[in-house]
């Protein structure tokens, strides 16, 4: 059985090995007082358990690293819209009116498309709502009317409105063929941080 003899020679390496973490308490478990005899193997395997527990911790801390930039990201999100409320927006329509069917751009002007986009509908002065936001199939009634007779008819549409981006400077809002709700509409935008 082979020796390694802790003597003036090979004394800084056992140091550094201690000082860098590396061997840590383990090794001076194996070297009592009395001693000063540790075999090669049992060194290399102390070596090579120590190397594995780096390893892993190395692998804790850059899970570590990743969750703290997405929470450093999250809280520049935040505190990019105000913090617990959002602050004023970066672009309001106000009140425009919209054709059933029809589609009407809006020119918000910020040059992005990572945006938290807004869209609320309105019905009369005292209505607003966002019925039916992206679309709703329902059922409706349609009147026929002739010269000698009424009729009601039950089909279904689509009803609501819904908004999608066009270019880094404008929004398009388009309403339902057949939707009643949505005679106005408004938007509130907020721009996000990149």
């Given at each position: 059985?082979?020796?390694?003899?802790v003597?003036?020679?090979?004394a800084?390496?056992?140091l550094?090995?201690?000082?860098?973490?590396?061997?840590?308490g383990v090794?001076?478990d194996?070297?009592?007082?009395?001693?000063d005899?540790?075999?090669?193997?049992?060194?290399?395997?102390?070596?090579?358990?120590?190397d594995t527990?780096?390893?892993?911790?190395?692998?804790?801390?850059?899970?570590?690293?990743?969750s703290?930039?997405?929470?450093?990201?999250?809280v520049?999100?935040?505190?990019?819209?105000?913090?617990?409320?959002?602050?004023?927006?970066?672009y309001?329509?106000?009140?425009?009116p919209?054709d059933?069917?029809?589609?009407?751009?809006v020119?918000?002007?910020l040059?992005?498309?990572n945006?938290?986009?807004?869209?609320?509908?309105e019905?009369?002065?005292?209505?607003?709502h966002q019925?039916?936001?992206?679309?709703?199939?329902?059922?409706?009634?349609?009147?026929?009317?002739?010269?000698?007779?009424?009729?009601?008819?039950?089909?279904v549409?689509?009803f609501?409105?819904?908004?999608?981006t066009?270019?880094?400077?404008?929004?398009?809002?388009?309403?339902?063929?057949h939707?009643?709700?949505?005679?106005?509409?408004?938007v509130l935008?907020w721009?996000?941080?990149?």
């Open positions: 059985m082979s020796y390694f003899k003597d003036a020679r090979n800084g390496l056992i550094v090995a201690l000082i860098g973490g590396i061997v840590g090794v001076s194996h070297l009592t007082e009395n001693s005899l540790m075999t090669q193997a049992a060194f290399r395997t102390e070596l090579l358990a120590k527990q780096i390893t892993t911790l190395n692998s804790k801390v850059l899970a570590l690293e990743d703290y930039t997405q929470l450093s990201q999250s520049e999100t935040l505190e990019a819209l105000g913090g617990a409320g959002f602050g004023a927006p970066d309001d329509s106000h009140w425009m919209i059933q069917g029809g589609s009407v751009e020119s918000h002007n040059g992005s498309t945006l938290l986009v807004y869209l609320v509908g019905y009369d002065d005292n209505y607003t019925y039916a936001y992206g679309g709703n199939e329902e059922h409706y009634v349609e009147y026929v009317m002739g010269e000698f007779y009424f009729e009601s008819i039950e089909k549409g689509t609501g409105a819904w908004w999608r066009d270019g880094l400077d404008r929004v398009i809002v388009f309403r339902h063929e939707d009643d709700s949505w005679h106005e509409f408004r935008i721009r996000l941080p990149e």
